[in-house]
């Protein structure tokens, strides 16, 4: 009799440990679940990631959410040219993706249905923390998409966090953070001094030519293009001895 009291008690305590067990395994399925169902509507993101599900989108609508766990992104809208009837949009955070300059955060920002976004307006939020961690002061801090700059505009400093907002036409390559000045070059072209040999010719006079006469003396030419005579003297010519007392004799009788 005291056996069978004992077998019923013992019964009744692992009935009461096996219920206690299924209610644990069903909370824990439950969390499971929507877990599950919040990633798979782009309400949580995990491990640097986000998932944005649309289920139906008209032509010109906005879609407005949140974007969590992904740094520097806080939330955005997204404008449709056409008609969406389920998609999704994915922010994959990428370290990898290449940047000359200082990088808070580096993201891949994909879609299934990037054909039909019109535009996105970013809201970012990063912390003077982080900002002073890289070397940035709050007011140097863009937004890059696949290398071009996009007009990043500092909105406020709320709760020790700078908040930005800036809007993009093409999904890609994001880094927020500040690109290295590249060295500029000047467009005027250097040009080689040319020494040009220089051919040695005589000078030329400018006064009137010169003729030259039969005597050898230069003449020079009048306006009117008459020539200048000279008078030319007679050299006198050399006598003997006996020329000379010829002549001393002939001057006696005449």
Not at 66 to 90: H, M, W, Y
Not at 100 to 106: D, H, T, V, W
Not at 216 to 229: F, N, Q, R, V
């Given at each position: ?149 996009k007009q990043t505009t500092f909105v ?78 007679e050299a006198p010519q ?17």
């Amino acid at each position: 009799m005291i056996g069978k009291l004992r077998k019923k008690k013992l019964g009744v305590k692992e009935t009461k440990v096996l219920k206690h067990r299924i209610k644990i395994l069903g909370l824990g399925a439950a969390v499971l679940a929507w877990l599950v169902l919040m990633v798979s509507l782009g309400q949580f993101s995990i491990l640097g990631n986000a998932v944005q599900t649309i289920s139906y989108a008209p032509i010109g609508s906005e879609l407005n959410f949140e974007i969590r766990n992904v740094p520097g992104l806080s939330s955005a809208v997204v404008q449709f040219k056409d008609t969406v009837k389920g998609g999704r949009i994915i922010f994959n955070e990428n370290k990898d993706i290449g940047f000359n300059g200082l990088a808070f955060s580096k993201i891949v920002v994909s879609s299934d249905v990037a054909d039909k976004l019109s535009i996105m307006r970013l809201t970012m939020k990063v912390s003077n923390k982080d900002l002073n961690a890289i070397g940035l002061n709050p007011y140097e801090l863009k937004l890059y998409v696949n290398g071009k700059e996009k007009q990043t505009t500092f909105v406020e400093i709320k709760d020790n966090y700078n908040y930005y907002s800036a809007s993009t036409t093409e999904l890609g390559n994001f880094v927020l953070g500040k690109r290295k000045l590249e060295p500029v070059i000047s467009s005027h072209t250097v040009q080689a001094k040319v020494q040009v040999p220089i051919s040695e010719e005589p000078a030329v006079s400018e006064s009137l030519p010169l003729e030259t006469t039969a005597s050898g003396m230069d003449i020079e030419e009048t306006a009117t293009g008459s020539a200048i005579e000279l008078p030319v003297e007679e050299a006198p010519q050399s006598v003997g001895i006996f020329g000379a007392i010829k002549n001393f004799l002939k001057g006696l009788f005449n």
